[in-house]
């Protein structure tokens, strides 16, 4: 049968990398092979790569983060947890670039699936990350869901194919966090605490997919039901987005978990496994 190993970046994005044998039920005369067909899935993939950040308030002696370096690969799900005070906001802060690292970057960085850089790293641009804070629903601001999600589009300007895309990608958002259903006319702070955060990534979701999205404390204040569905709903957007997620909550978050590290005292980032 005929051996094919060919790289297939474009057509699948996954990081597998074993080889694959494809079998068929058909004998290999009828299907006039020669050799098993073995199909190499390959395919490159991109990292956010954090490298030695140190972070020093302007006006202030000390730094509230030392040397912290890690890496996530795109659609992945990564955790950091630590004591309160220890400086995990403050990196979330930095991600998300509402402030600017004292020393050291923060990129985004493709490589071949056996690992070489495939071209020069870009910025990790704010407009490309998003972010949902504990306790979004305290920031809604419109009385209905539609213009709260909608909030801050352009109203007057832009051409229809403009307005096509917000909604295409609006629609996406939505059923990403699974709102198809929701009435448009609710007002967003009379939802469930669960759908309540659905609504709060949708707006993070509705303009594009991000490089990095990041969840601070995404189950703070729920009961244990909607902790229940927005854990099932991280399930399902973790295979599409790179999450990062700072969290107390351990054990409810560690099926999620590909890469954990704990933020120490001080503003030093370790990896370590989670053991709940
Ligand atoms: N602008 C600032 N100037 C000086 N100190 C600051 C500033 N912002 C935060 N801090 C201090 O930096 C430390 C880290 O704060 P940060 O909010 O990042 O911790 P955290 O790990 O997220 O805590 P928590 O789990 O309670 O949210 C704290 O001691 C905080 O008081």
């Not at 990403?176 to 949708?202: C, E, F, M, Q, T």
Request: proline share 6%; glycine share 8%.
């Amino acid at each position: 049968m005929a051996a094919f190993t060919f790289t297939a970046s474009s057509l699948f994005c996954s990081r597998i990398t074993e080889p694959l044998t494809l079998i068929s039920s058909k004998s290999p005369s009828m299907l006039n092979f020669k050799r098993t067909p073995v199909i190499k899935i390959s395919c490159d993939y991109s990292c956010l790569e954090v490298k030695d950040v140190h972070y020093r308030p302007p006006g202030t002696q000390i730094n509230l983060l030392n040397g912290v370096s890690f890496s996530l690969p795109e659609k992945s799900f990564g955790l950091i947890f630590g004591q309160s005070g220890s400086g995990k906001t403050t990196l979330l802060q930095l991600l998300a670039g509402l402030s600017k690292p004292t020393s050291g970057s923060i990129f985004i960085q493709r490589y071949t699936d056996d690992g070489k850089p495939t071209q020069s790293p870009k910025s990790l641009v704010p407009e490309r990350v998003g972010i949902v804070f504990q306790f979004p629903e305290r920031y809604f601001v419109a009385d209905n869901v539609l213009d709260e999600v909608t909030f801050g589009w352009p109203r007057q300007r832009g051409g229809p194919q403009l307005k096509e895309h917000l909604a295409l990608n609006l629609q996406r958002a939505f059923n990403w966090v699974g709102l198809n259903g929701i009435s448009l006319d609710k007002d967003p702070h009379s939802l469930s605490g669960g759908y309540k955060r659905r609504l709060a990534l949708a707006i993070q979701l509705k303009a594009q997919v991000p490089d990095l999205l990041i969840l601070d404390e995404p189950l703070a204040g729920l009961d244990w039901k909607a902790r229940a569905d927005v854990v099932k709903l991280l399930k399902h957007l973790k295979k599409e987005l790179t999450i990062l997620v700072v969290s107390h909550d351990l054990k409810e978050l560690e099926e999620l978990v590909d890469q954990s590290w704990r933020m120490e005292m001080g503003g030093f980032l370790r990896e370590e496994q989670l053991v709940v």
